[in-house]
């Protein structure tokens, strides 16, 4: 049989710090401190345990309150000022009360007098690491709750996908390993990107996005690699490239399969020897990097068709994170359009207007090509029309002015048909006419999709090509 075992223990090699000048007393108490279990480092003054401690120390400090130079007791003091949780147990001279008290108001966590009982230190010292250990579980919680719900008014959307992609972004924003984020343009790509950036221990260091397909590629190298003075004409001073600019931080190298193959080559190599030479360079400097990277067509299919080198994508795809399109994402559009409009409104000093019955249809069945990117815009348009020009949201975002308006044509049947209509247009174009796959996403028996298909006068082959609109 299992026990449970309780919560937040310290682990067995958790630090204890011995303060003491005394070489007898330090060997006494790492004996009997390691004999418990816990891992030792010994010092002999109040700075030297200072500067082996830190906000993140896992274990606890045992100090002697006599010290030559600074006592316990300033010493108690200053390690309260740096983190008041971390647990400070003194050992004071035996029978000397007023010390013992003042320690403890002090905020000692326990004091032992001398001599000692080995047993009882071993427990007192246990104790007090289990107490950190709680204490460290905690703020870690608190952080993490913190993050996940900045991280949810950043990546907005509460379909099962995308719960699971703030959940492994979260996660793998705690590794260095390489991130490839592949999806249809207007995804969030580059939201996911920064994301992984601002929750990981690099967020203070920089985020250098290089879009190599947005520039000349004559300008690409000295971009990224950077140049020394005099490396070739009209280089007159030397400049550092993004690579090297991105040092301790996150490299974000958006629409990969554009970027022009020789580079692709030279990319490999800073990539395997994690160095980069300056055009023009004579030693190659030293890079430490995250690397993030996206692409908005399949990367495979980049490689079969010598788009992409291979052994560039797998030094990139340590990771893949796959956003699905908005399309797929079920009721993730009306509360992107809500939360949009509401930030619009704020924004321009308008009031939120409120979307009709036939907008949310619209909503929830347009195929959104261009995805978040165009919805956002539509949310903007929706808000900046409102008051002087308000447009069913379908012409704002198609300009097709004929797809309108059942509800100006009849009412709620003809409403109700619209959107039954646009939901089994959709579900028919998404799995290519594959009545089997249409049934089980829209969740009907055959018999009642056909029936339903023939009364809106729906067919196999009308919907089976695809006839979306340009990316707005
Ligand atoms: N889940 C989301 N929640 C809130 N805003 C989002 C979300 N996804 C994307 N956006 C917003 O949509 C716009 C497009 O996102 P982003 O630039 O990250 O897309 P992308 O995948 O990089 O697109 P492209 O392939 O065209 O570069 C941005 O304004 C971004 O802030
Ligand atoms: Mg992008």
Not at 289 to 306: C, F, K, M, Q
Not at 320 to 325: D, V
Not at 384 to 396: G, H, M, S
């Amino acid at each position: 049989m299992t026990s449970i075992p309780p919560q937040s223990q310290a682990s067995t090699n958790t630090p204890v710090l011995i303060v003491d000048d005394d070489p007898s007393m330090r060997a006494a108490l790492r004996q009997w401190i390691r004999l418990a279990d816990f891992e030792t480092i010994e010092v002999e003054t109040t700075d030297q345990a200072m500067a082996n401690l830190g906000p993140d120390f896992k274990g606890c400090v045992v100090s002697d309150v006599m010290l030559d130079g600074e006592d316990g007791m300033t010493l108690l003091r200053r390690v309260s000022e740096l983190d008041s949780d971390l647990p400070v147990i003194l050992i004071t001279g035996h029978g000397d009360v007023p010390m013992a008290v003042e320690a403890m108001r002090a905020g000692a966590y326990d004091f032992v007098e001398k001599p000692f009982d080995p047993d009882l230190i071993a427990e007192v010292v246990r104790r007090a690491c289990n107490r950190r250990a709680l204490v460290l579980e905690n703020r870690a919680l608190k952080t993490q709750i913190a993050d996940s719900s900045s991280l949810e008014s950043r990546l907005i959307g509460n379909s099962p996908a995308m719960q699971a992609l703030r959940h492994q972004i979260l996660h793998f924003a705690q590794t260095d390993a390489a991130v490839l984020i592949t999806g249809e343009t207007g995804t969030g790509k580059e939201v996911i990107a920064q994301a992984l950036h601002d929750f990981s221990a690099r967020k203070s260091g920089p985020f250098m996005a290089i879009n190599a397909a947005a520039l000349p590629e004559t300008m690409v190298e000295a971009e990224l690699f950077g140049h020394e003075a005099g490396a070739f004409t009209g280089a007159d001073r030397q400049r550092i490239g993004r690579i090297e600019a991105a040092n301790g931080g996150v490299l974000f190298l958006d629409e990969i399969v554009s970027m022009p193959m020789a580079l692709q080559a030279k990319l490999l190599r800073v990539l395997q020897e994690r160095k980069v030479d300056r055009i023009g360079g004579h030693k190659p400097i030293n890079v430490d990097i995250r690397l993030v990277s996206a692409a908005n067509v399949d990367p495979r299919e980049a490689v079969a068709s010598g788009r992409l080198r291979e052994d560039l994508l797998f030094r990139l795809n340590a990771i893949e994170l796959t956003i699905p399109p908005l399309r797929e994402r079920g009721r993730d559009s009306m509360l992107l359009f809500d939360t949009f409009l509401n930030r619009f409104a704020v924004q321009y000093g308008m009031e939120a207007p409120a979307p009709s019955a036939q907008d949310e249809a619209f909503l929830q069945t347009y195929e959104w090509p261009g995805n978040v990117r165009e919805l956002r815009n539509a949310a903007e348009r929706f808000v900046l029309n409102a008051q002087v020009n308000p447009q069913p949201l379908e012409i704002l975002v198609t300009g097709r002015r004929d797809a309108v308006s059942p509800i100006a044509a009849g009412g709620l049947k003809e409403l109700m048909d619209a959107y039954e209509r646009s939901l089994i247009e959709g579900a028919l174009r998404r799995h290519d006419s594959k009545i089997a796959d249409v049934m089980r996403e829209l969740n009907v028996p055959r018999r009642t999709l056909n029936e339903k298909m023939a009364r809106l006068g729906l067919s196999r082959e009308k919907t089976g090509g695809s006839d979306v609109p340009e990316n707005s």
